[in-house]
């Protein structure tokens, strides 16, 4: 099962990809695991680096589904989305 993983900008800087590919993954929770593993940073830094970005699975915010628990299916889209506003 592969999902891909869409990154923010910062995100992507340190890994050199705006996006991943995880496999093994059934929730959104498995989804963080495997791609923090991806990071060299420690744990802090990961933790900076995902807190200013909210979770969608397929463009749906994951607050509206089952969160964290939302389950995965193979070709899923994965994405952590940063806030916007303008005017």
Do not use: C, H, W
């Amino acid at each position: 099962m592969s999902i891909t993983v869409q990154l923010t900008y910062d995100m992507a800087r340190e890994v050199g990809s705006p996006t991943i590919q995880v496999s093994g993954a059934e929730t959104v929770n498995d989804v963080l695991r495997l791609t923090r593993q991806r990071f060299s940073q420690d744990e802090e830094s990961y933790a900076n680096l995902t807190r200013v970005a909210a979770l969608a699975v397929n463009g749906v915010l994951i607050s509206y589904r089952r969160g964290k628990k939302t389950k995965v299916q193979d070709g899923d889209r994965v994405s952590f989305v940063k806030a916007a506003a303008g005017g």
